[in-house]
């Protein structure tokens, strides 16, 4: 479609608003004139208290919903705005940047708080450009939105002419073009796979005796209810792994299941694909933290790799049959092609692997002793979520945790840093703007909650209304091993390291009360799961800080 004589600021909302892409996060002074006529187009403006937590809030909207989001940002927090991305670059996220900067005639000239824009955005974006006027804005935003949901997703940068972009915005376009076919969801397009490809990789199934399924992230963006997959596994009797990512594409009680993979993973998971004889990676990243540095599956064992990014086929695994196109698509394609088959051996294997890992976990979950054990934290929040829940948890050990022992639906959605500490706070806001209907449960340790924790007041403002578990050790506590190395010995040494490495008792359920936020302090077992369920209930944000053991044990390792 085509409309006349529209401003910047104008076209920008009139292409978010076609793509039902219904929030920015942003940072003050970002796009003013576009923040200004937002409500007018019916699209919400969130500022946050700085450009990281903008980005991440984007990233946290773009996974929950499936669709691209938009995050700004003027021109000298540029930079924070680009570490922002990071992590949406490493979990394949559709968020688009819009950063303002000056003319070169100024730019060049030392012109003040200036610097090179897509130098900081290079690293952690598909697609980085800038406008050599106001009438490139258009055109090259709708190439953004193009870029980050085609293919595989991923972040966008767009340096617009303007300190905080304005005289884009300000001036009247030339080039109005709407593209009637909406380009802001995930996949923007889906493709099936050559028909000859799918006949050679279902040779492959039929032969297999030890075939097993690892879906990742691509494929709970294709196909939420995991239902294709589903069909696949059942009709040719294929167990399903997961990476963190793809976590709840399947009943995590069936018995198809097989755990979940990787460094971040649990032990019956990475002994089935250690022992398979065939791994099929549907919408997954193959790489070192999903198969254990490259040790489970092993060198040299089948692979079938079904992925929409052609590039990623076959990367790091020479022994790979590759179907490249859209995850359900390709998958419905196998299932047709495949043969009916059981494996009950098989199957037997992998119920003792997660019989077993099931074992070690009741048993860590079920020590009760003082301080709280992380295990009976997580044994409580598993069991209380809802069936529509979005869990977002932070990277390190709250991913391991919550990916390892939270037992989840494919009704619910799981999501994890990629990376980033402090991710998952400022993103579980984004997340719940973009699903205000469903409950958003934020599961991080105090490390990561400082680095944003003012954003408290974000979610007061606006009426944000997500649940909070801070896992509150003291510590950092997934480094302690390693920091600990250059202390071992004498005792002095010892009680340096502890001083070093420990925080200050600070509430934070106090400080969430300052904030206007209900803060609820637990110090005893039998109080999570009340505290829990009262949360979930209210009708305002609410941070749950647990008081935990320092010198618990971590998550139980990923292999033994």
């Not at 919550?402 to 998952?424: D, I, N, V």
């Amino acid at each position: 479609m085509k409309k006349k004589d529209l401003t910047g600021a104008e076209y920008i909302c009139e292409l978010l608003k076609h793509n039902d892409i219904t929030h920015v996060f942003y940072q003050e002074l970002a796009f003013y004139f576009t923040t200004k006529i937002m409500k007018d187009y019916g699209l919400k403006n969130i500022l946050a208290h700085s450009e990281g937590a903008a980005g991440y809030m984007a990233d946290g909207y773009s996974r929950a919903t499936g669709k691209a989001c938009v995050c700004m940002s003027q021109a000298i927090g540029s930079a924070n705005l680009a570490a922002s991305l990071h992590d949406a670059w490493l979990g394949s996220t559709p968020v688009v940047a819009l950063t303002g900067f000056k003319m070169n005639s100024a730019y060049q000239r030392n012109g003040y708080q200036e610097s090179d824009h897509r130098a900081h955005f290079s690293g952690v974006t598909k697609y980085n450009d800038y406008t050599l006027d106001e009438q490139q804005l258009p055109f090259m935003l709708r190439q953004c939105l193009r870029e980050a949901t085609t293919g595989q997703p991923r972040p966008t940068h767009l340096d617009v002419v303007g300190y905080a972009g304005e005289m884009a915005e300000k001036a009247i376009m030339n080039d109005t073009y709407i593209p009637d076919t909406k380009i802001s969801a995930i996949p923007a397009f889906r493709a099936y796979a050559p028909e000859g490809d799918i006949k050679a990789a279902a040779d492959i199934i039929n032969e297999a005796k030890k075939p097993v399924i690892v879906a990742g992230r691509g494929a709970k963006i294709s196909d939420f209810s995991g239902t294709s997959i589903y069909e696949l596994a059942a009709k040719a009797d294929i167990p399903v792994a997961t990476t963190p990512d793809g976590k709840s594409i399947i009943d995590e009680t069936d018995p198809l299941w097989a755990g979940v993979v990787g460094g971040y993973g649990m032990d019956c998971a990475n002994k089935t694909t250690a022992a398979s004889d065939l791994v099929i990676y549907i919408g997954s990243m193959v790489s070192d933290q999903t198969t254990l540095n490259f040790t489970a599956p092993k060198m040299g064992t089948n692979i079938i790799q079904i992925d929409i990014e052609g590039a990623q086929i076959g990367k790091n695994y020479e022994n790979t049959t590759g179907l490249l196109g859209d995850a359900k698509l390709v998958t419905e394609q196998l299932t047709a092609a495949i043969n009916k088959n059981e494996r009950p051996k098989w199957r037997d294997e992998i119920k003792a692997f997660v019989n077993d890992t099931n074992s070690k976990q009741l048993k860590i979950a079920h020590n009760n002793r003082a301080p709280i054990q992380t295990a009976c934290l997580c044994k409580d929040l598993s069991s209380l979520l809802p069936d529509d829940a979005i869990v977002v948890a932070d990277t390190g050990w709250s991913a391991t945790w919550a990916s390892t022992m939270f037992r989840m639906k494919p009704s619910q959605l799981f999501m994890r840093a990629a990376g980033s500490l402090g991710w998952s706070y400022p993103a579980s806001l984004g997340a719940k703007c973009g699903a205000p209907e469903k409950p958003v449960i934020c599961f991080c340790g105090d490390g990561g909650f400082y680095y944003h924790m003012a954003e408290m007041e974000t979610a007061v403002r606006y009426g944000i209304n997500t649940v909070t578990i801070v896992n509150n050790n003291s510590r950092l506590n997934q480094c302690i091993p390693y920091v600990g190395e250059a202390y071992t010995g004498a005792s002095d040494n010892y009680n340096d390291y502890r001083e070093k490495v420990t925080f200050q008792k600070i509430s934070f359920a106090e400080i969430a009360e300052k904030f206007g936020v209900t803060g609820i302090k637990i110090e005893s077992t039998k109080d999570i799961a009340p505290a829990i369920k009262k949360a979930l209930l209210m009708k305002n944000p609410v941070v749950i800080e647990v008081i935990t053991d320092w010198s618990s044990d971590g998550p139980l390792p990923a292999f033994e």
